[in-house]
């Protein structure tokens, strides 16, 4: 068993976190095979920090080409739900199975 020290300035949270969301592809009006992959109804339950709750953002990346996206932060809450989704747009229909997404 391997053992590491946690960073000095870290606290362990309280217990583990969830995040539940819903993956979708929008097809495009003049080309079904490209459209923009989505991620909405994004919401995460018990986020804390230690004791306390905390400022929290969405950041996904989209792999193998690294596309970034970030939601806005939604400042101090346990339970934080966004109303705004991930997009990624330009995304091929014959790709995605060679796509994953952080």
């Given at each position: 068993m391997h053992k590491r020290d946690?960073?000095?300035?870290?606290?362990?949270?309280?217990?583990?976190?969830?995040?539940?969301?819903q993956l979708s592809f929008v097809g495009n009006s003049k080309n079904k095979?490209?459209?923009?992959?989505?991620?909405?109804?994004?919401?995460a339950k018990n986020v804390y920090y230690g004791k306390h709750s905390v400022d929290a953002y969405i950041k996904g990346v989209?792999?193998?080409?690294?596309?970034?996206?970030?939601?806005?932060?939604?400042?101090?809450?346990?339970?934080?739900k966004w109303e705004i989704p991930l997009r990624y747009e330009g995304t091929a229909v014959s790709h995605l199975h060679e796509q994953s997404l952080e």
């Open positions: 946690l960073n000095p300035g870290l606290e362990p949270t309280m217990g583990p976190g969830e995040i539940e969301f095979e490209i459209g923009t992959l989505q991620v909405n109804q994004i919401s989209l792999l193998p080409e690294k596309i970034k996206r970030k939601v806005s932060i939604l400042r101090k809450g346990p339970n934080p």
